[in-house]
């Protein structure tokens, strides 16, 4: 298959291999500096609790709101970059925000200007599409796939890197502020590899709208935003106002019905946010159910593993003790797994397509959780375990992560890879979060608590698996070598990609 397939601009290859390289490499800083900040924060809840004199519940917002503000402005900033070719310029935008955010949050003296500072960071996450729109218009296939494949691993490294670093702050007293501080530096750091490295982004497509205004669909936007703002408030809050509340259930009825409410009107909407062919064909909404459910799979490998090694070794717990850098070093092995898996996937899946790897992979993270439910008496077994499921999320992540990119329309791609974070993080990580709390919720935990709930993170890993075995069925070729040619002749596909 040619390099400049399906999922390639109109225009051809204009960099060469060595450009390609740097390319990469500005890309990869850039999400660096989205990514280490990210999970810095979690290890210094108790620090900002005792700075800005809040309860826990007002605690959880300062992480909650910058997740809401991307649910609530990265899909258009998404459909913006495919329709207007603002793909460069939105991850500027992105990382100023980044910089800036931090930058208020470093100097704030009170909640509400931390909680500015946070939600202005949360235009961040419109960095992960439109660099996977970039590598999409500018890469040959090879290239595209291992640097996909590379995106997804960094981000989960990155996340990893940022916990170990904030459990050494807490360890040695330092103030949590620093933190801010070096997300700042990291998002200058990642402007300045995009505007030297990077080429500016292509001429817009041939059926672009005339104005930006006209490719802004702000009821589709709101119709997005709603439903996953509620569920994440929902789940956030629910260890505090329990399952059967009315704020609760009220929120869920209000995510469902504005949900469907927003189908029927994108379904007829002239300049739709999210064209609802592509998001409801068969690659979209099996990769986004996998999306939620490798999120909580995730979420119960690293957080809860995580947690029961810093645990006291109690009689009828088991913990095993461990100090906040420790207990973030004995998940290290799952996202180095996955650093090293992403490329290795990403290149293979050109031979036998992305089928295997996304169904596998799921399988193999679900086998890792029940080790952990049986093997958790020792670091050394946990990080075994650990080893286990970053082999299965990192073919997982690249995978999905190719299928956003290669499986749609190039016009298409921000949109609908700016809607996997949210799915993942926000529905899967928050209903993850939601069901860890009441799991531990009802007294002093055991380890039968621990057990439950890592039982019922390889359930759903499982059932991931069901749901990429659809993928896998349906381009059953993949088995015969043909790899993603199968993919790529689909009309969906080829309607997209003309001139390419």
């Not at 390639?8 to 204009?14: E, K, L, N, S, V």
């Not at 089928?355 to 075994?384: M, Q, R, W």
């Not at 791609?413 to 996997?420: A, E, T, W």
Request: aromatic share 8%; charged share 10%; proline share 6%.
């Amino acid at each position: 298959m040619a390099d400049t397939a399906v999922g390639t601009a109109p225009g051809g290859i204009r960099l060469t291999p060595r450009r390609m390289t740097v390319v990469t490499a500005a890309l990869l800083l850039a999400l660096i500096g989205y990514s280490v900040p990210s999970n810095m924060l979690v290890p210094l809840i108790t620090s900002l609790q005792a700075s800005y004199h809040i309860s826990a519940i007002s605690a959880i917002w300062i992480s909650l709101i910058a997740l809401l503000s991307g649910a609530a402005f990265v899909p258009t900033l998404c459909r913006l970059g495919d329709t207007m070719s603002w793909k460069k310029s939105l991850v500027i935008v992105g990382l100023g925000c980044l910089a800036v955010g931090a930058l208020i949050s470093a100097v704030s003296g009170n909640l509400p200007v931390l909680l500015l500072g946070r939600a202005i960071t949360g235009v961040g996450l419109v960095l992960f599409p439109m660099l996977a729109g970039i590598i999409n218009d500018e890469f040959p296939i090879v290239r595209r796939k291992v640097a996909v494949a590379l995106m997804g691993a960094f981000l989960f490294l990155g996340t990893g890197v940022g916990g170990i670093i904030a459990g050494l702050l807490v360890e040695h007293h330092a103030s949590f502020r620093i933190v801010f501080w070096g997300a700042c530096v990291l998002a200058l750091l990642g402007i300045a590899g995009m505007v030297t490295c990077v080429p500016n982004s292509r001429g817009r497509p041939a059926d672009a709208p005339s104005s930006w205004l006209d490719a802004t669909d702000l009821p589709g936007a709101a119709g997005f935003a709603i439903p996953a703002i509620a569920l994440d408030v929902a789940f956030s809050e629910e260890p505090a106002w329990g399952w059967g509340s009315w704020e609760v259930i009220g929120l869920i009825v209000v995510a469902v019905v504005v949900a469907v409410a927003w189908v029927l009107y994108e379904r007829r909407a002239r300049n739709p946010m999210v064209d609802q062919t592509v998001f409801w064909s068969r690659p979209m909404w099996v990769n986004n159910a996998v999306s939620i459910l490798a999120g909580f799979g995730l979420f119960g490998a690293m957080v809860a593993t995580s947690t029961f090694a810093q645990m006291p070794p109690l009689p009828g717990l088991g913990g095993l003790g461990a100090s906040p850098v420790t207990g973030a070093l004995v998940i290290a092995p799952a996202e180095w797994l996955m650093v090293i898996m992403g490329p290795i996937t990403g290149y293979l899946s050109r031979r036998y397509g992305k089928g295997p790897f996304l169904t596998g992979g799921a399988i193999l993270e679900s086998l890792g959780l029940l080790l952990v439910v049986g093997f958790h008496g020792s670091l050394a077994a946990l990080a075994l375990c650990m080893t286990v499921v970053g082999i299965g999320i990192g073919m997982v992540c690249s995978s999905f992560g190719l299928i956003y990119v290669e499986d749609i329309p190039p016009e298409h791609v921000g949109r609908m890879f700016g809607i996997s974070p949210i799915l993942a993080t926000g529905v899967g990580g928050s209903i993850g979060g939601a069901v860890f709390g009441t799991f531990l919720g009802h007294g002093a935990p055991t380890i039968g608590d621990f057990q439950g709930f890592w039982a019922l993170a390889a359930g759903l890993s499982l059932l991931a698996a069901c749901f990429a075995a659809v993928y896998l069925v349906t381009y059953w070729s993949g088995f015969r070598g043909t790899g993603d040619r199968a993919m790529v002749a689909r009309p969906l596909i080829d309607s997209g990609a003309q001139g390419s």
